[in-house]
């Protein structure tokens, strides 16, 4: 598989953000902020009517992404910039783009979309291919 | 973003350890149940889910995030934000192996937005490191946003 710059890549869906992972994160992150966990809460604060995700699962879904689009490869550095929340039963789509090809190393830039909303995270990431793996 | 002579400075907490304690592993299992709770299948080749950079240091560093309010002189109640999260990573993480966290907080800015009013934007970087020593596999820069709405 060869790339280039501007190559888009294969989006990763979630059709609807789990209010029950949370509670699994809650856990994950020794965390129980209860606006990942109580609506109420969430309506108490005036932060929404549902509960909100936990920021590094946005960032596992553009993690995904990524590690789906380039099989083998792994992940050597990412920066991902938090713009809005991520509620409870949304749709998110994380989708990028190829900004550079150096030997096995791409450089990458992405989003995490919600579908009506907009974009909620941004970042940058660069991946080492595994090049063995590519070529099966 | 304007100036910062209409409201006193952040606490000066730049240099404060974050230096965790404890020991952090990765089970299988609970890589497992990550993998599930983000839509995939674990690793097959003995990797955790890249995420756990964030778990692991956030978990096993010196102090709670409410501890980390609390040295930046701010109610954790009062909803800190996360702003952005970077990582460097050196090698993956493995299932099974222990870790140990160092870390420091490099950063706390005072600055005005339109949006949120006074704010103090936290930056602590934290590394992931083998328990039974070595260079840390990965080093991660998170920023935090502190609305001081007792400034505004």
């Not at chain 1, 590690?67 to 792994?74: C, D, H």
């Not at chain 2, 350890?17 to 089970?27: A, E, N, P, Y």
Request: glycine residues 10%.
């Amino acid at each position: 598989m060869s790339y280039a710059a501007g190559d888009l890549i294969a989006p990763f869906i979630v059709e609807s953000v789990s209010a029950d992972a949370m509670k699994d994160w809650a856990v994950f992150l020794a965390d129980p902020n209860p606006i990942h966990l109580d609506v109420a809460v969430v309506k108490a604060k005036g932060l929404g009517d549902r509960v909100i995700n936990q920021g590094p699962v946005n960032v596992a879904y553009m993690m995904n992404m990524l590690l789906a689009a380039f099989p083998g490869a792994t992940i050597e550095a990412m920066d991902s910039r938090f713009l809005d929340n991520v509620y409870g039963g949304e749709k998110a789509v994380a989708s990028g783009r190829i900004t550079a090809v150096d030997g096995d190393q791409l450089t990458c830039e992405f989003s995490l979309d919600i579908e009506g909303r907009g974009t909620v995270n941004s970042g940058t990431a660069t991946i080492r291919l595994n090049l063995q793996q590519e070529t099966r | 973003m304007s100036g910062t002579a209409e409201f006193p400075p952040a606490p000066d907490v730049a240099g404060t350890s974050l230096d965790g304690t404890r020991v952090f592993t990765v089970s299988v299992e609970e890589n497992e149940r990550l993998c599930r709770s983000v839509g995939v299948l674990p690793a097959a080749d003995g990797t955790a889910h890249p995420i756990w950079y964030y778990v692991a240091t956030q978990v096993a560093m010196g102090k709670t995030v409410a501890g980390v309010c609390e040295t930046c002189e701010f109610d954790v109640e009062d909803g800190p934000m996360m702003g952005s999260s970077g990582v460097r990573f050196a090698a993956p993480i493995k299932l099974g192996e222990p870790y140990r966290v160092s870390g420091e907080i490099l950063s706390l800015e005072r600055k005005k937005s339109r949006k949120l009013g006074i704010m103090d934007v936290l930056t602590y970087r934290l590394r992931l490191h083998p328990a039974s020593g070595g260079e840390a596999i990965l080093e991660t820069d998170n920023v935090w946003v502190l609305p001081r709405k007792e400034l505004a």
